[in-house]
């Protein structure tokens, strides 16, 4: 069964020293409404637009949509 965005997403929750990645890790997990049962970037993309939790999360999720893609392809 192929991990989803969001199980990717949560092994960046709990870091001691938190950076943009954590940070919308633990949004997230804390958010009710993200898709996350989605393994498309346009509906992640577009449900981050309407409620970034913080300034730079459609970059970090840019970034980390990538190496999700990388680590997908590499299974």
Request: no cysteine.
């Amino acid at each position: 069964m192929e991990q989803t965005f969001y199980q990717f997403l949560m092994t960046y929750r709990g870091k001691l020293e938190k950076d943009d990645n954590s940070e919308l890790a633990e949004w997230a997990f804390r958010n009710h409404n993200f898709p996350k049962h989605s393994n498309t970037y346009d509906e992640i993309s577009n449900y981050l637009e309407w409620n970034s939790p913080f300034p730079s999360a459609t970059v970090t999720f840019d970034s980390l949509w990538n190496e999700y893609e990388w680590k997908k392809a590499a299974y």
